[in-house]
């Protein structure tokens, strides 16, 4: 990626506030992989989707400090949320679904636990996810870093849609879909499972949840595989890949 590096910062109240400390995993980063220095002008991003233009003031051991010259809401945010629930998956792939639904968009992601789920989450893991969304957001220009969120249970998981207007459920036994996806408008959930996929039972729960059975075809994708796609399809549905 060229041109001014990006970091993320807690709030920044500008332009109450011109000077700002960059320090933690951030600071290191800047220091020991992007050699910032003294002088060099930075972008600076504190998730409320502006972009802040500062310069290095002053390079320390623990910390930096920049001097921000302007600022102007990103043009890189979706216009419409899309919020990614996704079953734990087992290796680094669920690493992978949240990189590449952030490249496409996500503004929301949750990783839950069902019946044929095989992987499992702890703090650690949830950890890495977060920094995964948002080294993501940094590769592609993003302002935001989507929210990741785990859930023990599907019933849980499905509760958290309930201010979604549209309602996706990837099932993998449906023989046609029930909603039209080229048709979509407004904030819009998708449910994708674990390799394992859903028990009968899942899928009656989630359609009690206002779930919407889909399909993608004739083919069975693996879970990594649907979850991006379908986040293509869906961002593209609503306009955020023309």
Do not use: W
């Amino acid at each position: 990626m060229s041109g001014r590096k990006r970091f993320f910062i807690d709030k920044i109240e500008y332009p109450q506030e011109t000077e700002v400390t960059l320090s933690g995993e951030e600071f290191v980063h800047a220091r020991t992989v992007q050699r910032i220095e003294s002088g060099t002008e930075i972008t600076l991003l504190d998730g409320s989707g502006n972009e802040y233009s500062a310069v290095v003031c002053n390079v320390g051991k623990r910390d930096l400090t920049a001097h921000i010259l302007s600022a102007e809401k990103s043009c890189r945010e979706p216009l419409t949320k899309i919020y990614l629930l996704c079953g734990a998956l087992k290796g680094d792939k669920t690493e992978l679904v949240v990189q590449k639904a952030t490249e496409l968009g996500a503004s929301e992601i949750a990783v839950f636990q069902s019946e044929y789920c095989a992987a499992y989450m702890n703090a650690n893991k949830l950890e890495r996810l977060q920094k995964v969304a948002r080294e993501a957001a940094k590769q592609c220009m993003r302002a935001c870093v989507p929210e990741i969120k785990y859930y023990g249970n599907l019933k849980d998981a499905l509760a958290s849609a309930k201010g979604c207007k549209n309602k996706l459920f990837a099932c993998e036994f449906a023989t046609s879909s029930e909603t039209d996806i080229t048709s979509l408008s407004g904030v819009t959930a998708i449910l994708v499972g674990s390799e394992g996929g859903f028990s009968q039972a899942e899928a009656e729960l989630s359609a009690e949840y206002g779930f919407s059975r889909i399909t993608l075809g004739r083919r069975i994708l693996r879970a990594e595989t649907a979850a991006v796609a379908l986040t293509a399809l869906v961002s593209y549905a609503l306009g955020e890949l023309k």
